[in-house]
Each structure stands twice: as structure tokens, then as C-alpha cells.
């Protein structure tokens, strides 16, 4: 019995933190547990923390669900995602006794809390417009491409008169559900490409291991190269960093004990480069020819050039080679970036 039982604590540890390592890589529903606040609160009960519980029910009196209060002229409910993140898209959960109050709906993005001041730089998610969301639904709605923040606020205009004997139009959510991928703040002497930041030496190590070792003290670790986009800004940048002198840069890549498979540092890219893909869908290597085929000995992967007028490319180098490196942190990897580094 106490056997199974410890089992059972181990799955069920295991199966928690593969969940939340999914959604810090995927971005589902970064707002679950989050602070949230409104403008103010139905008979004192119905409050703003109720809508990033993880209860997605729609039942108004059976789940957790908020409710401004009926005299609020602009309701409005705000979720603080604790940093910055790109924004996605917004799931809301809309209770059974909405009775068409969700109408004339604003969803806004902003870098600071808007309730210190900080509205001026507003980014407009997405809106709902007069026609109300039907009741115990949910509506999922796309950001703007680019929408980054940490504040999000879902405010409401144009509220019908309250009559006597009638429902209030106010701002009643059941669950808010946020899509969002953590943003990156470049720590100082990185460089940003899309969400990545990059730092490129141009002091050299003793080896590939060093220079891992090097990165791995900034918070970062040696460069996973996902795409040909990003391939292109490094070769870019190694050129003119290089300049006229023949220097090599070691990335992340390396070739395991058994000679022949390439492998990345980052455990979420494939096994298997060039034959498999990467990071990415699609296959994508960037080796000089002749390059990356040695079962000879124990090989990293440097940016290299056979002079200094050629492009740098892939080299199959020896990783107890001397050399210089590039230095990567990004929303995903590594996964926990010092607290300078990624805030």
C-alpha cells in the first residue's frame, strides 16, 4: 500500500510539472492564478480573482464566476500577469445568466498597471461589439500580432439604463483565459532578434564546455539556432564583429558519444541534425560542405570561414578547441534565467 501510494505522489508530481513546463512553452493560460482586481464588487462577493481560478463553469450561482457592481459607470477587470508576456489571445468564459451583458467590450494591453497612470500606452487587443456574446458560451479572441504587455484590461462602455425590478448591466466574467508566451528584456550587452537576446564574445575560451560554462553565468547558454532567419542575424553579426580576423564562435550544438548524432543543448529540440529538423517543422542545417560527418572524434559546432572574405557557416570543430561563442536567452530556454536576465 505505502508503495503504491508513493507511486501514485510521484506520478502525480510529475504529470503537475510536465503540465506547467507545457504551458510556460506553449502559453496556455498564463493567467490562471494570476493577481486580478475590477473596478468594484457585487454585494461583496463576486470578485475579480474568481475569473483566473482554473473554473472554466459557467453557471453563475453554482461556479466561480465575478460581477461588478450595478452603479459602476465603467466596469472594468484587470489581470496582472506578474511580467511580460506576448499576447495571443483572450478566452472568456461568459456565465448562464449573462442575459446579454457582454457588449461593447474592450480588451487592452498595457506594459504598466493602468490603474497608476500607466494607460497612455494602451495596446487594443481585440473588442466585442454591440451584439452581446450569447450567454454560457465562450469566446476566444485574437490579439493584434505584437501585442505585448503585462497588464490586460477587459473594460465595458455603453451600459443600458438599470430599471426597477431589472437585471444591471454590469461586467460578469466566469473565467478569463490568457494565451501568451513570456517575454524577454535584454540584459545589458545583448542583443535582440525578434525574442531572442544574443551575446556575441570577442574574447576567446579554451573550449566548447568553457564557453557553455561562460554563457550559463549570464543567465543564458550557447545558441540554439531555430530558423533561417535567426542563422542569417548571427552570420550577419559574426562578420562584423569579426571583421578582418579568422575567429570561430562556438553555438550549441554538439555530437553525443555515439559519433554520429548531432544534438542540441535545448531538451525540446529534435535529435538528429541535418537529417531531422531542429527546432522547427521543417529540416534546416546550415553545415559547409564536407562538414558535419566526421565519426572520427568528439565534435562541437563552431561558425566558422575558410577566410576572411567567404560567409561564416557550420563547422564540425573539436571541442576542446579554442575559441569565441555566441550566448542565447529566450522566453523558453534556458528555462530558469537568472533573476537580471529575464524579468
Not at 26 to 35: D, E, F, H, I, Y
Not at 242 to 270: C, E, R
Not at 301 to 321: G, H, I, K, M
Amino acid at each position: 500500500m505505502e508503495l503504491n501510494r508513493r507511486i501514485s505522489l510521484l506520478v502525480t508530481t510529475l504529470s503537475g510539472k510536465l503540465i506547467s513546463l507545457l504551458s510556460f512553452v506553449l502559453g496556455v493560460n498564463v493567467a490562471q492564478g494570476a493577481t486580478a482586481t475590477q473596478s468594484s464588487t457585487w454585494r461583496g462577493v463576486y470578485t475579480a480573482d474568481r475569473a483566473v481560478d482554473g473554473n472554466t463553469g459557467k453557471i453563475f450561482f453554482r461556479d466561480t464566476c465575478t460581477h461588478t457592481a450595478c452603479n459602476n459607470q465603467n466596469p472594468y477587470w484587470t489581470v496582472n500577469l506578474g511580467r511580460t508576456h506576448n499576447i495571443n489571445s483572450l478566452t472568456i468564459h461568459n456565465p448562464d445568466q449573462a442575459r446579454g451583458r457582454l457588449h461593447d467590450v474592450k480588451i487592452e494591453v498595457f506594459a504598466t498597471d493602468p490603474a497608476t497612470g500607466g494607460g497612455a500606452g494602451a495596446q487594443l487587443c481585440a473588442t466585442i461589439g454591440s451584439t452581446p456574446v450569447a450567454s454560457a458560451t465562450s469566446t476566444t479572441l485574437t490579439c493584434t500580432t505584437g501585442t505585448k504587455g503585462q497588464y490586460i484590461r477587459i473594460s465595458k462602455s455603453n451600459l443600458q439604463p438599470t430599471h426597477f425590478n431589472f437585471f444591471c448591466d454590469a461586467l460578469l466574467l466566469c473565467e478569463v483565459e490568457v494565451d501568451a508566451t513570456p517575454a524577454v528584456n535584454c540584459p545589458m550587452g545583448f542583443e535582440r532578434n525578434q525574442d531572442s537576446c544574443y551575446y556575441f564574445a570577442d574574447d576567446f575560451v579554451e573550449s566548447w564546455f568553457t564557453a557553455r560554462l561562460a554563457c550559463q553565468t549570464m543567465g543564458a547558454d550557447l545558441a540554439v539556432i531555430e530558423s533561417q532567419d535567426e542563422n542569417n542575424f548571427i552570420k550577419g553579426r559574426l562578420a562584423t564583429i569579426a571583421g578582418s580576423n579568422k575567429w570561430s564562435f562556438y553555438a550549441g550544438l554538439h555530437k553525443l558519444n555515439d559519433q554520429m548524432t548531432w544534438k542540441w543543448i535545448d531538451p525540446k529540440a529534435v535529435t538528429g541534425v541535418p537529417s531531422g529538423p531542429p527546432n522547427t517543422a521543417s529540416a534546416f542545417s546550415d553545415w559547409r560542405s564536407g562538414q558535419g560527418s566526421d565519426t572520427q572524434a568528439s565534435h562541437c559546432l563552431a561558425f566558422d570561414r575558410p577566410n576572411t572574405n567567404a560567409v561564416f557557416q557550420w563547422y564540425d570543430e573539436r571541442c576542446s578547441n579554442n575559441g569565441r561563442y555566441v550566448c542565447e536567452v529566450s522566453p523558453t530556454f534556458p528555462t530558469s534565467p537568472c533573476g537580471k536576465c529575464a524579468k
